[in-house]
Nanobody
Framework: QVQLVESGGGLVQPGGSLRLSCAAS????????MGWYRQAPGKQRELVAT???????NYADSVKGRFTISRDNAKNTVYLQMNSLKPEDTAVYYC????????????????WGQGTQVTVSS
């Protein structure tokens, strides 16, 4: 069983920055793809950013140029640096781990954190 715990959420003004962290309970980050998702009230969950074990990243168009996903495998932690925050970024942000990458896609498993609230408001 893999447990993920997010932290770093809070209230920030538009244009501000916030850094989210996601810590895993065991050493999985070197072989698991990681992602950040978010869900606003009344809306579906959407993918924000992903990073593979090899460091390849992908971003939703809405956050490109503003958010950066990174990982520190030694600390079993993934980060989401959020800059130039907008009110539309307000949501609960969830950390996801998917893998292991060495097995077929259909056999990979998903793990989710409890979420951390990000509110962008003046």
């Amino acid at each position: 069983q893999v447990q993920l715990v997010e932290s770093g959420g809070g209230l920030v003004q538009p244009g501000g920055s916030l850094r989210l962290s996601c810590a895993a309970s065991r050493s999985i980050f070197s072989r698991y793809a990681m992602g950040w998702y978010r869900q606003a009230p009344g809306k579906q969950r959407e993918l924000v950013a992903t990073i593979t074990g090899g460091g390849s990243t992908n971003y939703a168009d809405s956050v490109k140029g503003r958010f950066t996903i990174s990982r520190d495998n030694a600390k079993n932690t993934v980060y989401l640096q959020m800059n130039s925050l907008k009110p539309e970024d307000t949501a609960v942000y969830y950390c996801n781990a998917n893998g292991p990458e060495q097995v077929r896609y259909s056999l990979r498993r998903d793990y989710w954190g409890q979420g951390t609230q990000v509110t962008v408001s003046s």
